[in-house]
């Protein structure tokens, strides 16, 4: 009796294993499929689908001039909060200095911040020493090197695709855009700027406008809202409107203020008198072409739900359907975002010396406030 019983257990126990794997496996199978035929959107027959793309796919590489000087300088500028990356960042990092090989490479650390902060821009030193979160530390820290000195700033979570020349010779300030599914779909509006990949010469116009403000909207609760790029995207609006025409495109304020002008996605040319305080908005598909995969999910459920969605979001869902989520076409991609999420999640791969990757980087001495080789020499190309 005692054996029969035993049997049955056994039987139930392997039949409940077995389910359990069969389950496991279905879900790998139909997260394979996703992957392989990308996110599902059932879109009615009826919809026009190119009367709700709002960003067309780009069809030119992106604009330059032929200036012997560019306007923004041969300079990238990287952050963390102290010299040991997490190894993850590597190939990240090398990439920058590959593809950029006549570039100088500036790396700043909490302490180096710091001391920037105390000699150039004091009034804002209280605010990032009480800043509770790190990522509101790194963003007031990027517009202050690129206000100070200029030139390129990318996470670390960024990759370099092709060199970067191209990208300082003809406008003074470049701001990349997210994708727009990720501000239609994640916080429904049509446009937003990124803040993890800026070019800009020192001294514009519009940094110091975002250095005067920042203060003042240390009261939200969300970094994106106080530091990141919802707060960069509102001093844009007011940038634009304060100086209209004179310091930036007429297409490009319109723009920001009726979303059914599409001008900016395209770029537009403007006098060449206005280059230096200009901010130029190309396509998200020259730096933010790539989607965060956490956000597989949630896009798959809001836009399964297309007819009950408002136009915005049905704009991102239509955006999505042709554009996809996993395999992104972009013939002129210069930067990968890879969506670490690193200010939410610690590493767990090791860490490298900034000094391992690059033996010559540039860092701000704390104890005398002037940029310092940490290196005798930079290898010759």
């Not at 496991?24 to 997260?31: E, N, Q, S, T």
């Not at 960042?89 to 105390?118: G, K």
């Not at 209280?126 to 007031?140: G, T």
């Not at 020259?286 to 399964?304: A, T």
């Amino acid at each position: 009796m005692m054996n029969m019983r035993r049997k049955a257990c056994i039987r139930k126990s392997v039949k409940a294993a077995f389910i359990i794997v069969l389950v496991f496996v279905i879900i790998f199978h139909i997260r394979i499929l996703f992957e392989e035929s990308d996110i599902k959107i059932i879109i009615n027959e009826d919809i026009d689908v190119q009367a709700y793309l709002l960003e067309p796919l780009t069809t030119d590489d992106f604009p330059t001039s032929g200036h012997v000087t560019p306007l923004i300088p041969h300079v990238i500028h990287q952050t963390w909060k102290n010299r040991m990356i997490p190894l993850v960042f590597h190939e990240n990092v090398r990439s920058f200095i590959d593809n950029n090989p006549e570039f100088e490479y500036r790396f700043w650390t909490d302490e180096s911040a710091r001391s920037l902060i105390q000699h150039q821009h004091p009034d804002l030193l209280d605010l990032f020493d009480n800043y509770v979160e790190p990522v509101r530390r790194a963003d007031l820290l990027r517009y202050v090197v690129l206000y100070e000195f200029g030139g390129v700033y990318a996470d670390l979570d960024t990759r370099c695709l092709r060199p970067l020349e191209q990208v300082i010779s003809q406008y003074a300030c470049v701001l990349s855009p997210e994708p727009y599914e990720h501000a239609s779909l994640i916080f429904n509006t049509e446009f937003m700027v990124t803040n993890s990949i800026m070019f800009c010469r020192a001294g514009h116009p519009f940094l110091k406008q975002v250095l005067q403000n920042i203060a003042d909207f240390n009261h939200f609760s969300q970094d994106i809202d106080s530091t990141g790029p919802n707060f960069l995207t509102y001093q844009l609006r007011i940038y634009n409107r304060l100086n209209g025409g004179r310091l930036s495109n007429v297409p490009v304020h319109k723009q920001l203020d009726n979303a059914r002008n599409r001008v900016y996605f395209k770029g537009t040319q403007i006098p060449t008198e206005y280059f230096s305080d200009y901010v130029f908005i190309p396509s998200s598909q020259y730096f933010q072409n790539e989607l965060d995969q956490i956000r597989f999910d949630q896009f798959q459920k809001l836009c399964s739900s297309f007819r009950r969605l408002n136009m915005v979001q049905m704009r991102g869902c239509v955006t999505l359907k042709i554009r996809g989520f996993f395999k992104r076409e972009s013939r002129f991609e210069f930067t990968k975002h890879t969506f670490h999420h690193t200010g939410n999640t610690p590493s767990h791969e090791g860490n490298v010396d900034i000094q391992d990757i690059i033996p010559w980087f540039l860092g701000y001495d704390i104890s005398y406030p002037i940029l310092r080789k940490h290196h005798i020499s930079k290898p010759n190309y």
